[in-house]
C-alpha cells in the first residue's frame, strides 16, 4: 500500500479547527483509495513563536522536508502585530516558502454556481462565468530583492525595496504556467508593467521565449493596471494568470474576491520536485477562533490540490471536490458564504456532511 507522510502546520488562529477538519477528510478518502497517511503536526507562525522563540523554528523546516506534502492552516494575528517585521509570524511563512524552494503559487478563483450570489459583481460581468488559476512566482521579486533602511537616531528616514529576476527565475515559472494551462482551456495571459519596469521587460520577452515550446497554449500580455481592472470588469476573459510575486499577490487577493467566498479558495505552492505546501487562502480569522464556525472548505479544497499535486491521488482529490460542490448544492452554508437567511452550519457539521458525502 502507498504511503504518504504529511507536515501538518496548524498555525495560528482558526488554524488548528481548519486544519482537524481537513485531515478527517483526508483520513477518510486514504481508506477509500486505498492508501496510508502517516501525519506528523509542528509549530509554525505566532504559535511557534510563543513556543520556540521563533516563526520557523528548523525543526520544523527540516520536518517538512521529510515529508511528502505540507498542509498548513494561517499564521498571525494581533498578539504579533507589534513586532519587528522579520519576528513577525508572517515572516515563517516567507522563510517556509524560500526553504522549501517552493516558487510557484497557484490560486484558482472559481465562483461556484452555488455561490453566485456571493460575489460582488453584477450578474452581466459573471456570464462568462469564473474559472481563474492565479499562478504567482512565490520566491523572488520584490520580496527577496535587495532591501534596505537608513536610520537617523530610531527614525527611518530612507528605505528601499529592489524588483529582481534572472531568466532562470522566470523560465521555470512559465513552463508551470503553460503546463497548468494545457489542462485547462490554454489560455496563458502574463501580467507585468512593461511600459516602466526593466524587470517586467525581461519577463515579458522570456515568457514570449518559453511559450514558443507550447504552440497549442495562446499567450497573451497585459499591464497589472490594465488587469485590475479587467478582473472587475469582465473575470470570465481569464484562464491562467501568469505574473510576478508582488502582483500574484495583490491580484490573487483581488480575484478571490470576486468569488465573494474567500471561505472557499484553496492555495497549492510548489517547487521542482513533488513536495509542497498546500493552504487556504483566507487567513487566521482571529476574531472567530476556537468559536467552531469557521468555513474548513477551503482547507479541505487545499486538500485535494495536494493530493492531485504532491501525491497523484487524482481520483481522491476529485472525490473530495465533488463532495464539497454536492455540500453547496445541497444547500448548506458556513457562516461566511450564507445568504436569504440558511441558518448556518459549523465547521464540525461540515466536516461530517462531507464524510456522510464521501460515504455514499
Ligand atoms: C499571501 C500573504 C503573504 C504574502 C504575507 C502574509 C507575507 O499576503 O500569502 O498572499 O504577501 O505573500
Ligand atoms: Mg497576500
Redesign the pocket.
Known amino acids: 500500500m502507498k504511503k504518504y507522510k504529511i507536515a501538518l502546520l496548524p498555525g495560528d488562529g482558526i488554524g488548528p479547527e481548519i486544519i482537524e477538519s481537513a485531515t478527517q477528510i483526508l483520513q477518510r478518502v486514504a481508506q477509500i483509495y486505498k492508501f496510508q497517511i502517516e501525519m506528523c503536526q509542528a509549530p509554525i507562525g505566532g504559535h511557534a513563536i510563543d513556543t520556540l522563540g521563533e516563526p520557523l523554528p528548523n525543526s520544523t523546516l527540516e520536518l517538512c522536508k521529510s515529508c511528502n506534502a505540507v498542509l498548513m492552516g494561517a499564521?498571525?494575528g494581533p498578539k504579533w502585530d507589534l513586532l519587528p517585521g522579520n519576528h513577525r509570524p508572517?515572516a515563517g511563512?516567507?522563510k517556509i516558502r524560500a526553504g522549501l524552494g517552493l516558487f510557484a503559487n497557484l490560486r484558482p478563483a472559481v465562483v461556484y454556481n452555488a455561490l453566485k450570489n456571493a460575489s460582488p459583481l453584477k450578474d452581466s460581468a459573471l456570464a462568462n462565468g469564473v474559472d481563474i488559476m492565479v499562478i504567482r512566482e512565490l520566491t523572488g521579486g520584490i520580496?527577496f530583492g535587495q532591501r534596505k533602511s537608513v536610520h537617523i537616531g530610531n527614525k527611518c528616514v530612507y528605505a528601499y525595496d529592489t524588483e529582481e529576476y534572472t531568466v532562470d527565475e522566470i523560465v521555470r515559472i512559465a513552463h508551470v504556467a503553460f503546463n497548468i494551462a494545457i489542462k485547462r482551456r490554454k489560455r496563458v495571459c502574463s501580467i507585468d508593467k512593461a511600459n516602466v519596469l526593466e524587470s517586467s521587460r525581461l519577463w515579458r520577452q522570456t515568457v514570449a521565449d518559453v511559450a514558443k515550446e507550447y504552440r497549442d497554449v495562446e499567450l497573451s500580455t497585459m499591464y497589472v493596471d490594465n488587469a485590475a481592472m479587467q478582473l472587475v470588469r469582465n473575470p470570465g476573459q481569464f484562464d491562467v494568470i501568469l505574473t510576478n510575486n508582488i502582483f500574484g499577490?495583490i491580484l490573487?487577493?483581488e480575484a478571490s474576491q470576486i468569488t465573494g467566498s474567500i471561505g472557499m479558495l484553496p492555495s497549492a505552492s510548489l517547487g521542482k520536485g513533488k513536495l509542497g505546501l498546500y493552504e487556504p487562502?483566507h487567513g487566521s480569522a482571529p476574531d472567530i477562533a476556537g468559536k467552531n464556525i469557521a468555513n474548513p472548505m477551503a482547507t479541505i479544497l487545499s486538500v485535494a490540490m495536494m493530493l492531485r499535486f504532491s501525491l497523484d491521488e487524482c481520483e481522491a482529490a476529485e472525490r473530495i471536490e465533488e463532495s464539497v460542490t454536492a455540500l453547496l448544492e445541497l444547500g448548506y452554508r458556513t457562516a461566511d458564504i450564507t445568504s436569504d437567511g440558511i441558518e448556518p452550519i459549523r465547521t464540525t457539521d461540515v466536516t461530517k456532511k462531507i464524510l456522510e458525502l464521501l460515504n455514499k
Open positions: 499564521v498571525g508572517e511563512l516567507l520580496y499577490d490573487s487577493d487562502i
